[in-house]
């Protein structure tokens, strides 16, 4: 790889050269023709931003919180499965660069790091939520919610847009996982991580409902996030059905094929909760500072990165990871400057200009 990364594109190349090929489609791979994969970043460069001149910004406030803790920058990042397939750490690694970084972490169900690990491995502020698919086994389920309590962890992050798999590209091939790497909230021990595994313990979420969600509010006192959410209707639905947050999002184009860019529905979503007290958040493409800003101004609380945290961990493990939200949190800053905001308050949606969609 030629020289030092300057900017979060720059660290892909080194998952690419880190893992197998198996692994580095699993990590890329979005559903079908991957045209929602594809549109997630593009979709940014369809809202201009419109900066305010002659602001004293010589002191900037890029803090803000999510569900009353305190991030020193609005990035989180959001759940994936299998750390482990990048670093010998796995989520461990990537906690601690994310700690370092004073930023937020959801550790998916599917890590191979135990919850309790992973939290005794960051400083004791950082948010770290813990990510669900919701199963048949309510006792199963019951009992990783209690560890999470029992770890401090700070909200429960449940997927919502799986009641299936989707028909990601990777799945052509086969992964060898070597036997070691295990997912300690999923799989029994001595149960072997199969893409057949994976995909039969999704499929328990297929007659998952809102009244589950009911049960999930109702057996917990951890604030539950719903992660997948694209329409207003849902996103009211989430309110009457307690959700203490909404992340909007497509779960990286792996899921539906075909849906809108999260940061496309962002605004109709955050419309549609106003005046509840449910904080909307956005995943999806979200690579550059500007991305960021453009985010807030549309409405979301914070946003949240996938990929680019493991291009990170690739790169160097727990350094890795802190210097993507490093050069992030670099780049928001510059932003605001840019556009006149010294906090996060001015950053307002008289900021964008929207294009629209044009006809192919
Ligand atoms: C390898 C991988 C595994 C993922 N696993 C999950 C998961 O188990 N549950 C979930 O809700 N989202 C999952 N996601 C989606 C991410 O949480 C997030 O929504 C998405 O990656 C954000 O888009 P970005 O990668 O463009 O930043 C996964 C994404 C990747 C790349």
Not at 41 to 53: K, N
Not at 227 to 233: R, V
């Amino acid at each position: 790889m030629a020289s030092e990364p300057v900017c979060v594109e720059d660290f892909e190349p080194y998952l690419k050269a880190r893992v197998s090929d198996s692994f580095w489609h699993y990590f890329r791979s979005g559903a079908d023709g991957e045209q929602t994969l594809r549109d997630n970043p593009l979709a940014f460069q369809r809202y201009r931003l419109l900066p305010r001149c002659l602001r004293d910004v010589s002191q900037r406030d890029t803090s803000t919180s999510i569900l009353g803790h305190r991030l020193s920058f609005p990035v989180g990042v959001s759940p994936m499965g299998c750390h482990a397939f990048v670093h010998r750490d796995g989520e461990i690694a990537t906690a601690k660069g994310v700690s370092n970084a004073g930023s937020a972490m959801v550790l998916s169900m599917w890590s191979n790091k135990s919850l309790e690990d992973v939290a005794a491995s960051v400083h004791p502020d950082t948010p770290l939520l813990l990510h669900l698919n919701l199963l048949f086994d309510r006792s199963r389920m019951e009992a990783v919610i209690r560890r999470a309590e029992a770890a401090c962890y700070k909200a429960l992050v449940v997927t919502v847009d799986q009641p299936t798999m989707g028909n990601r590209m990777h799945l052509r091939r086969s992964i060898d996982v070597d036997p070691t790497i295990t997912c300690p909230h999923i799989l029994l021990p001595g149960e072997e991580l199969t893409h057949e595994k994976a995909r039969a313990i999704v499929n328990e979420s297929k007659a998952v409902t809102w009244k589950d969600i009911l049960w999930l509010t109702g057996i917990t006192s951890l604030p539950v996030v719903l992660k997948g959410i694209l329409t207003a209707e849902d996103a009211r639905e989430a309110v009457r059905h307690g959700a203490a947050g909404i992340l909007v999002s497509n779960h990286g184009g792996r899921q539906l094929d075909g849906v809108p860019a999260p940061i496309d529905v962002l605004a109709e979503i955050v419309n549609a909760v106003r005046g509840s007290s449910v904080e909307v958040y956005v995943d999806g493409g979200i690579r550059k500072g500007t991305d960021v800003l453009k985010a807030l101004a549309l409405g979301a609380r914070a946003v949240f990165i996938g990929r680019p945290a493991i291009w990170g961990l690739a790169y160097d493990g727990e350094k890795g990871v802190e210097k993507v939200l490093g050069i992030l949190k670099e780049e928001f800053s510059r932003a605001m400057a840019l556009c006149g905001c010294s906090s996060l308050s001015d950053i307002t949606p008289d900021l964008i200009a929207t294009m629209p969609y044009s006809k192919m």
